[in-house]
């Protein structure tokens, strides 16, 4: 049983996606398992979905060109998935739009420590943010101490003071 994922048009085992200005939130989830050709060519996609590909055992080609593809973290699958291809040379036009360093780039090309760079600046903001918190309770910490000692040093004179009084009392009360 085949079927057309919308807003795509499908003869035979060809899904044609060409020009419909799909991202990765409108992209098909699934393609009909007897799928040989895909075209996702001159859209808005700028990563694919891991897995997309994965059980489409019929599948030769899938155009991709005319995408502004962002080669960080997310193209992780795509870049997998092109290296296990037979004919990458049809790949040659699957390129890196974004991060600058790799603008250009064929992502069938890059090394996955290229990649994986682009990974890493979200966990160095995400470390700052975490390092920022630590230090702002940690200063919670010395203020809360300071306002225990404080407080301990003014029970200590109430408390000297009362003993004072008391005792004054009791000579007092005596005489």
């Given at each position: 049983m085949s079927f057309?994922?919308?807003p795509c048009r499908c003869t035979y085992n060809i899904t044609d996606c060409t020009s419909q200005e799909l991202t990765e939130e409108s992209l098909p989830t699934s393609?009909?398992?007897?799928?040989?050709?895909?075209?996702?060519?001159?859209?808005?996609?700028?990563?694919?979905?891991?897995?997309?590909?994965?059980?489409?055992?019929?599948?030769?080609?899938?155009?991709?060109?005319q995408n502004p593809w962002e080669c960080d973290c997310d193209i992780l699958y795509l870049r997998s998935w092109l290296q296990w291809q037979q004919n990458r040379a049809h790949y040659r036009k699957v390129i890196c739009a974004s991060p600058a360093h790799l603008q250009g780039r064929i992502i069938a090309y890059?090394?996955?420590?290229?990649?994986i760079t682009t990974c890493q600046y979200w966990y160095c903001s995400l470390a700052f943010v975490f390092q920022l918190c630590l230090f702002v309770l940690i200063l919670i910490q010395v203020v809360?101490?300071?306002?225990v000692i404080v407080y301990l040093?003014?029970?200590?004179?109430?408390?000297k003071e009362a003993k004072r009084v008391a005792t004054e009392m009791h000579q007092h009360g005596d005489t």
């Open positions: 057309c994922p919308k393609f009909s398992p007897s799928t040989s050709v895909i075209f996702l060519n001159d859209n808005r996609l700028s990563f694919i979905p891991n897995g997309l590909f994965d059980n489409l055992k019929s599948l030769k080609v899938v155009h991709l060109w890059l090394s996955e420590e290229e990649i809360l101490a300071l306002l040093q003014r029970f200590r004179k109430f408390a």
